[in-house]
Nanobody, 117 residues
């Protein structure tokens, strides 16, 4: 099992930047993938970015070129650097980890990002 704790959300103006962190309770190298998802109230949760075992990354089209996912293996933290933020990026951002060996996925409780002037 793994616990995930997100941090770094808040209010930012359009065009601004924000960095989110996802701290895992065990080595992220033992996980097959760790990603960021977001959800607007009433909508389905959608993939934002994911980093796969081996370091490959995948981004949603809506955030390509603006967001960057990275990890610090020593600290067991996955980051999401968000630049050029837009009002439509407003959502609760969740961290998710996959352990394919156990057939399990784990979610954090989320952190709210609000982009508004």
């Amino acid at each position: 099992q793994v616990q995930l704790v997100e941090s770094g959300g808040g209010l930012v103006q359009p065009g601004g930047s924000l960095s989110l962190s996802c701290a895992a309770s065990r080595s992220i190298l033992t996980l097959d993938a760790v990603g960021w998802y977001r959800q607007v109230l009433g909508d389905t949760r959608e993939l934002v970015a994911i980093i796969i075992d081996g370091g490959n990354t995948i981004y949603a089209d809506a955030v390509k070129g603006r967001f960057t996912i990275s990890r610090d293996n020593a600290k067991n933290v996955v980051y999401l650097q968000m630049n050029s933020l837009r009002p439509e990026d407003t959502a609760v951002y969740y961290c998710k980890a996959d352990d394919l060996g156990l057939g399990m996925d784990y979610w954090g409780k989320g952190t709210l990002v609000t982009v508004s002037s």
